[in-house]
C-alpha cells in the first residue's frame, strides 16, 4: 500500500518535461507546450535549426546565426515576437547552419545529449524521426522516452533509408510511441514490427496560433481555398478537374492554389482559366490567415494522408473543409458536423460537395458554429490534449 501510495503522489506532481521537436511542428506545438505550461508543468524546448528549415510554417526566419550551438530561442528576433503568446525563457535551438553532416554536427548532436542529460528530466518526448546517431543516443533516456510519429509511413516521395533505419532502430528500445490518429497505428506497427502494445494515440488541436495574424475584420468571398506544400500525394489535379465541373453550374465561384512546390502533372489546361488562381510561392502567415479568414471553406483533395495541419488550421479561424477519405482526416472532420468527407480520386464527388456547400448558406453557417463549440471544449481544445499526453507520460 505504501508503494502504491508513494507512486500516486509521484504522478500527482508536475513533471519535468524535455520536449523536442523540429520548426515545421512549430504550429502544432506552441498550444500543447503553451497548455502544459499552464498546468504548472516544468517544460523545456528544443527545436534544431538548420538552413532548411528556416520558413516552415511560424519559424519564418530571415538569416541563421552562422554559429553551431546550443541558444536561447529569443536570441532569433522572429521567435522573440511570441513572447505576447508564451513564456519563451525555456526554449533552445539546437543551432546548424551549415545544414550538412560532418564533424561539427556530431560535436553538436554530442552537446545537445549532455546537455538532456545533465537536467534530469522526468519525460523525454522526442518529436518525429531523430537522425541516425541521435537515434543511438536516445538509448540512454529509453527508459523517459516518448517519441512522436506524425507518419506511420512516409507519404510518397518522403521514405529513405535514414527513416527506415532510425525507426527500427526506435522500436528495439522505445516503449512508448505516440501517433496522432488511430488509421496510422496498423501501418507503423506493421511497418515496423512494433509491439501494439507500445502504440499510444492523441490528436492535434487547432492552430489557435493563426488568431495573431491578418486581418482580424476580413468577410467572406467568393472563392474556395487549398493551401499547403504542393506534392503528389495532395490530388491537386483532383481539385481542378472538379473546378471544370463547379464552374459550369456557379461560374463565380474561384479556386485560390497556394502553397510552394512542383506539379506532378501539366497545369497548361489550367493557367488560362480565371477562376483558377495559382500562388506558387511560401505564404506568410498573415497571407494564409487572411486566405483562409476569407474563404468559403478549403479543399483537402488527397490521395493518402495521416494527419494535416490545413484541417486545424482552418478550424482554427471557423472555417469549414471539404476533404476526402484518406488516413486521419475521417477522425478530424466530424463528417456533416465541422465539414464534409468525400472518395478520394474522384473529382465529381468532390465537385458534388463544393456546390452543396456554396448552394447551402444555412448549412455552411452551421459547421462554422460547430467548429467554435469544439475549439472550447471538443477535439480541438488543447487543454485536453495535453491531459492526454500527461496520461501517456505516467504510464
Known sequence: MRIITIISQKYNNNM???????????????????????????????YNLTPYSLRTTIFNISKQIPKIGIFKATEYPELK??????????????????????????????????????????????????????????????????????????????????????????????????????????????????????????HLGYYEMLHMYGNKTLKKQNYILFFGRISPY?????????????????????????????YNFDLEPYKHLDYIEFRNKFIE????????????????????????????????????????RVGGLPEMIDDGETGIIVPPCDEQSLAEAIMDLLGDSAKLSNLTNNIRVSADSGKGSWSVIADEYLDIYKK
Open 234 to 262: 495532395k490530388g491537386i489535379e483532383y481539385l481542378l478537374k472538379a473546378m471544370r465541373i463547379v464552374h459550369k453550374v456557379l461560374p463565380e465561384t474561384r479556386v485560390i492554389i497556394a502553397g510552394k512546390g512542383e
Open 81 to 202: 515576437a511570441f513572447e505576447d503568446y508564451m513564456p519563451m525563457d525555456n526554449i533552445y535551438i539546437s543551432n546548424e547552419p551549415s545544414g550538412r553532416f560532418g564533424l561539427k554536427s556530431l560535436w553538436l548532436e554530442f552537446k545537445t545529449f549532455k546537455f538532456i542529460r545533465k537536467q534530469e528530466f522526468d519525460i523525454i518526448h522526442y518529436v518525429e524521426d531523430p537522425s541516425p546517431l541521435f537515434s543511438l543516443l536516445l538509448w540512454f533516456f529509453r527508459k523517459k522516452l516518448v517519441v512522436t510519429i506524425h507518419d506511420g509511413r512516409p507519404h510518397t516521395g518522403d521514405d529513405s533509408w535514414k527513416s527506415q533505419f532510425v525507426r527500427r532502430r526506435l522500436k528495439s528500445y522505445v516503449k512508448r510511441f505516440l501517433l496522432l490518429n488511430k488509421k496510422e497505428n496498423k501501418l507503423f506497427e506493421k511497418g515496423y514490427g512494433v509491439n501494439p502494445e507500445y502504440i499510444y494515440n492523441s
Open 285 to 324: 502567415l498573415d497571407e494564409l490567415a487572411d486566405l483562409i479568414r476569407g474563404a468559403q471553406f478549403t479543399v483537402c483533395p488527397y490521395t493518402e494522408a495521416t494527419q494535416s495541419g490545413v484541417v486545424y488550421s482552418s478550424f482554427a479561424l471557423n472555417t469549414p473543409v471539404v476533404a476526402t
Open 16 to 46: 519535468k518535461i524535455l520536449y523536442y521537436s523540429k520548426p515545421c511542428f512549430g504550429d502544432c506545438d506552441f498550444p500543447l507546450l503553451k497548455a502544459m505550461m499552464e498546468q504548472g508543468h516544468d517544460v523545456k524546448v528544443i
